[in-house]
Structure formats: C-alpha cells, structure tokens
C-alpha cells in the first residue's frame, strides 16, 4: 500500500493558500503503521492491559505497573492523553461509565484495530528478541 502525504492548507489574509504543517504521512493498514512507526512501551502496555479487558483508568495505571514490574508508572494527565491519542487512531474505545462513590469511572477496551495493532508489534518484538537470541547463544558460557 503506498503511503499518502498529506499536508495542511490555510488561506492567507491576502487570499493566498499556505501550506500550514509540513506533508506528513497518512497510513491507512494498521500493520504498514506498526512496521513504519514501533510502539512506545507506555503505548505497549495501555495496550496490553487492555488486552484482559475494559478497565477504568486507574486500574490501567495499576496494571502497567504490574506488567513493567513497577518500572513504568503512568500518571492520570499522561493516561488520559494517551488514551485520547490511541481512541483518536481507533486503538481503544470508551466500554461503559459507571458512578462509584459519587466519582465518574469511565471504563476504556481495545478495538479490532488495537487488537491487530498490538498482534503486529508483539510480532516486530518477538523478532528482534528472536535476532538478539541467536547473536547471544554463542557468547554464553556453557554449562556442564
């Protein structure tokens, strides 16, 4: 699939069209982007949380910790604007809202497309680790 590019045009005060940002690209196969662009681990894991299901998001910041085994700690402001970013690209999607203890909680899940998303970067991840694997083996000491 080729990759467009696209840019913002804005018109001038004089009438004149200028081109606002500079053309970027616009891939539409979720499996071209992964290859194209990697995923940040914070990006990597929301997704993986949300692999086991909906959650609110103080339980994705819980479960983050739990899968970086306490090395990546999200805080709410930087949660939140990655799951507008990652709803935005059709990754993950509010699931249901539900009121606790007079506290809104909005429960977010992972798309067809976040599914597929995190499958492909699973997939490049894998390979990398299976390439550092064999250039490793020989380096190892044996053991008896």
Do not use: K
């Amino acid at each position: 699939m080729p990759i467009r590019m696209i840019s913002s045009l804005t018109t001038g005060t004089d009438g004149n069209r200028r081109v606002g940002l500079p053309a970027l690209p616009c891939i539409n196969d979720l499996n071209m982007l992964t290859r194209v662009t990697p995923m940040r681990e914070p990006t990597f894991l929301i997704l993986t949380a949300l692999a086991a299901g909906p959650r609110h998001g103080y339980g994705i910041i819980q479960e983050v910790a739990a899968l970086s085994e306490q090395r990546v700690t999200l805080l709410p402001g930087t949660l939140y604007a990655a799951l507008d970013r990652l709803s935005a690209q059709g990754l993950v999607a509010p699931d249901r809202e539900e009121t606790v203890d007079g506290r809104l909680r909005r429960y977010y899940r992972l798309t067809p497309d976040g599914v597929t998303a995190l499958d492909a970067e699973t997939a490049r991840l894998r390979q990398l680790t299976t390439a550092a694997e064999a250039r490793l083996r020989p380096l190892r000491p044996r053991t008896a």
